[in-house]
């Protein structure tokens, strides 16, 4: 008798209705005369999806086989993606990067043994338009006021809260003072000027005054700045460098040390002395300078005008809770010993809390210490021991609101301990040290400058310098960190200080560049590099030439050799307009754009002004399609906009759109060109119409998800990805962005 062989599909939903369950049997049929020494073989095929997209993650598929202790064999139909394995009772298909696929397919994949064999399908679809996260870590650094977690900072540190309780927070990396209502409205209260001395840094601290101001305080000026706007300057010697708070009178507390880099061990007041002395290896309680202090690190006054401070013990290294009485009287409070690090968060009442590295703790009326753990919340890096000097505050129901300078964000502690994060990204990354890996793994410091190969290997530069001291001189020397993503998914690195093609190197190949800009790969998977020169100095000496102008060639091997150093006045600062890039045409031509304009480079390390280019000199951005056509953009003072170079080297204006500092442009083979300003992506099509695909311009935060509400950082480069896709490298991240 033949065999018979049956074959069933079944269909049902998930119980909580998110997903379909494909089950799919073969049974190998029997006799008519039954054997006990032959079971037929059945096949289950399964697994939780039934539509993917790709660029989703790997799905799951099982063999349950009867019948055979034989694993299962599989097999993928077409090249739509991949699996990871060919052989065993579990299989993950792979889908294809995200971008790549144009239509939605079917997708079939087969589970046999023997002779009997089973297949599930599953249909594919393209991704939405969007911009997703593929590799390195996205930041929840930049400037969008918003609600919520739809706003962005960069570095909060101090925070206060005025009379109706809104908070008001120094957000140092923007240089503003942002204003947080009670519902979580972020807005931009004052923008900071930086000093136009040499001091490079914006000193300001928020504190309370009169329940409702705020001093800013930096090189050249101090305003005492009220919540209806009006500014109020003072005396900048009222305010000295280490002034830690204003009572409610306008009375100005500071610690205080005895010599330059010795512990802060008095408090003075108005600058007479309230209560201690030279620093102690142990703490003592008295009396105005009878009383002493190991290292005051914390300090605030409480409506009451009692003093608190937080003074660290030698051997421990943990804090105690001092207070300072208006007569000078110094008691320590309990035995409490505190965790580094801590603060003292000023609130409405007239006892203090303390917050810790484990929690909130709160002084009761009757000496007792009531104690809320947090440390164990994700949401809050009490742990992480650079979470060193957050600030914070309190409003008059209780809640605690903290600045997390290492996640930009605010973070709310309500009065029952719990933590959620109050305005800012959610689920924000913090910069990490650079890491290989998987690409969902794998981490990067500022990526820079891209290019993909033929096989799909995409190769990034990283704008990662080495800072060099030396006898008051700083300056930044940069080394070539590459790396590479493979088309499977793993991040590499090829070149870094002391690292060259993945080894050790001891002769600092990586070293001789010292400020690489731009990469392209050729069609035999050389790296070409346009490194250049940079200017090195310090407000003590002036700025002098260090490195060269120069075009570098690496090949698949590792081989490095300079083409050409035949380069024309490059920019040495991030803001002059002028560019100096290298692209291929359609022809395997390498084409360099430098300071005296547009050129062909030759094999013997020469270079020709472009034809059709004589006369048009130095450009702001340019970009090649495979057809030969070059873009790019002319800066202010001749002629702005963006112009079309063909294959035949006629130069024809595109648009009038005036050109961004440094901003890059990726062209397509219909005539499209993509550039970047001021935090968003722009489009002009081929017959010049301008529209605004991805982000916002002027509100500079990644926010990720599908076109158009979403949000970026400063683009810093782009390679194609596939047809209507791209990658994007943007603060610390790799993204790929769907095109609508």
């Excluded at 962005?152 to 204003?179: C, H, K, M, S, T």
């Excluded at 909130?360 to 440390?375: C, D, E, P, R, Y």
């Amino acid at each position: 008798m033949m065999l018979k062989t049956t074959t069933s599909l079944v269909r049902w939903k998930c119980a909580f209705g998110l997903s379909t369950l494909l089950l799919l049997s073969a049974c190998g049929g029997g006799s008519d005369t039954p054997s006990a020494s032959v079971s037929p073989i059945e096949i289950n095929v399964t697994s939780v999806n039934s539509e993917i997209e790709a660029g989703a993650p790997n799905v799951l598929i099982s063999a349950n086989v009867r019948g055979s202790t034989s694993p299962a064999n599989w097999h993928l139909e077409g090249t739509i993606g991949r699996l990871n394995a060919t052989t065993g009772n579990t299989v993950e298909y792979i889908p294809p990067p995200l971008g790549t696929v144009e239509t939605v397919s079917n997708i079939k994949i087969t589970a046999s043994v023997g002779s009997v064999n089973k297949s599930i399908t599953f249909l594919l679809r393209p991704s939405a338009s969007g911009a997703y996260a593929y590799t390195g870590a996205v930041r929840g650094w930049g400037y969008i006021d918003a609600l919520g977690n739809a706003a962005r900072f960069a570095q909060p540190n101090d925070i206060v809260a005025d009379a109706e309780d809104n908070l008001y927070v120094w957000d140092e990396g923007n240089n503003r003072i942002r204003r947080l209502s009670k519902a979580g409205a972020v807005s931009t209260y004052a923008a900071i000027i930086k000093p136009s001395t040499a001091s490079y840094k914006v000193w300001l601290k928020l504190r309370h005054f009169s329940g409702r101001f705020i001093y800013t305080k930096d090189a050249e000026e101090a305003q005492l700045i009220s919540p209806d706007g009006s500014k109020i300057s003072v005396d900048y010697t009222d305010l000295p460098d280490i002034a830690d708070y204003r009572d409610i009178d306008g009375n100005v507390y500071h610690r205080g040390s005895a010599a330059y880099g010795k512990s802060f061990a008095t408090v003075t007041k108005n600058r007479q002395v309230l209560a201690g002395n030279a620093p102690a290896t142990v703490a003592k309680d008295g009396v105005g300078s009878d009383a002493s202090f190991v290292a005051i690190s914390n300090l605030v006054v409480f409506p009451n005008k009692m003093v608190y401070v937080l003074d660290q013990e030698l051997a421990s290294g943990k804090y105690q809770l001092r207070q300072i009485s208006q007569a000078g009287v110094v008691t320590t409070l309990s035995t409490a010993k505190f965790e580094s690090p801590a603060r003292i968060i000023p609130n409405s009442g007239d006892l203090p809390t303390v917050l810790d590295r484990n929690g909130v703790h709160k002084l009761q009326a009757g000496g007792n210490w009531s104690f809320t753990s947090i440390s164990d919340n994700k949401l809050f890096p009490a742990k992480n021991l650079a979470f060193d000097s957050p600030d914070a505050t309190a409003d008059k129901d209780g809640n605690i609101y903290l600045t997390d300078p290492i996640l930009d964000r605010i973070v709310r502690v309500t009065a029952q301990g719990n933590v959620s994060i109050f305005a800012g990204m959610l689920d924000g990354k913090s910069r990490a040290n650079r890491l290989d890996g998987r690409v969902d793994a794998a981490r990067f410091l500022h990526p820079y400058a891209m290019s993909k190969d033929r096989a799909g290997n995409l190769y990034v530069v990283e704008d990662t310098p080495n800072l060099l001291d030396s006898y008051g001189q700083s300056w930044t020397q940069y080394a070539l960190t590459l790396r590479k993503i493979a088309v499977d998914g793993s991040v590499t690195t090829l070149s870094a200080p002391g690292i060259w093609w993945g080894k050790a190197d001891s002769t600092k190949m990586a070293e001789s560049f010292t400020a690489p800009a731009k990469l392209v790969v050729d069609n035999e998977s050389n790296i070409w590099i346009f490194n250049r020169l940079l200017m090195v100095g310090s407000v003590f000496v002036p700025p002098t030439p260090f490195g060269e102008n120069a075009i570098w060639k690496i090949t698949p091997d590792g081989k490095l050799t300079k083409v050409t150093t035949k380069i024309t006045d490059c920019p040495t600062s991030a803001r002059e307009w002028k560019v100096c890039d290298i692209a291929f045409d359609g022809k395997d031509n390498l084409i360099v754009a430098d300071g005296d304009g547009v050129h062909k480079l030759h094999v013997d390390g020469s270079m020709t002004k472009l034809s059709g280019m004589e006369a048009i000199g130095s450009v702001s951005a340019f970009s090649t399609d495979t057809k030969g056509n070059l873009y790019f953009t002319r800066d202010s003072s001749s002629d702005p906009g963006i112009y079309k170079r063909s294959a035949a080297g006629s130069v024809t204006k595109l648009h009038n759109t005036s050109p961004y500092l440094n901003s890059n442009m990726l062209a397509d083979d219909q005539g499209n060109i993509y550039f970047s300003k001021a935090c968003a992506l722009y489009k002009i099509s081929a017959s010049g119409v301008e529209s605004l695909i991805a982000g916002v311009a002027g509100q500079c935060g990644m926010q990720l998800g599908q076109l158009p509400n979403i949000r970026l950082h400063h683009i810093t480069s782009f390679a194609w990805l596939g047809v209507n896709s791209m990658y994007v490298s943007s603060d610390d991240a790799v993204l790929k962005i769907v095109l609508p």
